[in-house]
């Protein structure tokens, strides 16, 4: 059934998953207002396509006759490349998806998220109950995406075969009272078993891993990865993106920003104090006061706690966290489709500090991790400079815990 779908945009300008991630330049309009109508094949609600074009330019900043000769000039543009455009602005479906966990309080919004994305043909199901009646009702949305379910730990190993990303949502939720690291024991040994089965079924995927505590797990998985002789670390990202979107949140709301312009970095790890928002390099430029740098930083550091304890024992930021993860996955096959311009911030293998793994905003392209991006980190103000020396301690304690764990596990095997 074909969905109809009309969007204005500037010159230049598309649709996507809330804005272009990480965008280092924002198209500027320019006077013209161009509205595109689409018909597509299937609904989706992250990218927008073009068919034709209409100006509703009228006299403007151009004057009236110039505005009537560029309406012609777009509409018979329009008209002689409808058949071109029509064709090649299509959703692409071309990539396939896994999600492990998919049934739990994340992995089932995340799964409808994704399946509206055009980039993706196949979306694989997996989690160890449960997941049939969640593949069988996201079946029934018309988007391209072919959903496929997998139950159980014999069943791991088909749900990977030819995956082009693979998320793992897996893992035990944060109960009130309880830190990330309490999650550590229970979902060390999820991740590191998932780990296991991406190395001999699908060693060149994309891995996100959003299983808590990030500042762990990660290194548990480059270890799995390095252990079995697959390691890119290109390749292996943690998905600190829910520290940016409260960010820019948090910011947009605080100084009346249009939220779909704001760029907050965030770095360091995805815990407590070991998340540290760079207010200073928000885009657009704007000036804090001291006592709103410190009352935003605090708030984006315990952002997960105020849900945790909203919710009050019927879980943790789950909402929030798989929109999140979508917009990581969709910037991940926007990268493996070819777009030149996708940066976002995550928890990688880095050299920018002395730390073996560091978040931070990353260049991501067809290969994984093309460049990270050392600019944010340099011009620090005097309040960054000191929480950053602060969080290093425990965000090196986070890491060499993970790493400790991965290889008493890899002697004992």
Excluded at 43 to 49: E, I, Q, R, V
Excluded at 304 to 331: I, N, P
Excluded at 379 to 404: C, F, M, N, R, W
């Amino acid at each position: 059934m074909a969905s109809t779908l009309a969007a204005t945009l500037s010159i230049g300008s598309t649709l996507s998953f809330g804005h272009k991630s990480g965008s280092l330049a924002q198209p500027k309009p320019v006077g013209v207002r161009l509205t595109s109508h689409a018909s597509l094949a299937s609904f989706s609600g992250l990218k927008a396509t073009t068919s034709s074009v209409s100006c509703e330019a009228g006299s403007s900043f151009l004057g009236k006759e110039s505005g009537v000769a560029l309406q012609r000039s777009v509409a018979n543009k329009a008209q002689k490349q409808s058949q071109r455009l029509q064709y090649h602005l299509q959703p692409r479906a071309s990539f396939k998806v896994a999600i492990l966990g998919a049934a739990g309080g994340i992995g089932q919004p995340l799964s409808l998220l994704i399946k509206m994305s055009p980039l993706v043909s196949a979306l694989h199901l997996y989690d160890i109950a449960n997941v049939k009646g969640v593949a069988a009702d996201l079946s029934h949305c018309n988007t391209p995406s072919q959903v496929l379910d997998f139950t159980g730990a014999s069943e791991l190993p088909n749900s990977l075969k030819g995956v082009n990303v693979v998320v793992i949502p897996a893992g035990a939720s944060r109960k009130p009272g309880m830190t990330r690291d309490d999650l550590f024991n229970i979902n060390a040994n999820i991740v590191m078993n998932s780990v296991e089965a991406i190395a001999d079924n699908c060693p060149d995927a994309f891995i996100h891993i959003i299983s808590n505590p990030v500042n762990s797990t990660v290194p548990i998985a480059a270890e799995v990865l390095k252990q079995k002789g697959v390691y890119d670390p290109k390749k292996l990202f943690g998905v600190t993106t829910l520290d940016v979107v409260r960010a820019n949140t948090f910011v947009a709301q605080k100084k009346n920003l249009k939220l779909i312009d704001v760029d907050v970095p965030v770095i360091g790890g995805h815990a407590g104090i070991m998340i540290l928002p760079l207010l200073s390099k928000t885009r657009p430029s704007v000036s804090f006061t001291d006592e709103e740098v410190e009352e935003l930083t605090v708030r984006i550091q315990n952002a997960g706690t105020e849900v945790v304890e909203a919710k009050a024992g019927a879980g943790s930021a789950t909402l929030s966290m798989a929109y999140a993860a979508a917009r990581f996955v969709e910037s991940s096959l926007r990268a493996l489709d070819g777009d030149g311009d996708v940066y976002e911030c995550s928890f990688v293998q880095s050299d920018l500090t002395e730390l073996p793994f560091f978040a931070s905003r990353v260049k991501l392209g067809r290969k994984g991790i093309e460049a990270l991006i050392p600019s944010d980190l340099q011009g620090l103000t005097e309040y960054e400079q000191k929480a950053l020396d602060v969080l290093k301690p425990e965000l090196k304690a986070s890491i060499e815990k993970g790493i400790a764990f991965a290889q008493k596990r890899a002697v004992a095997a």
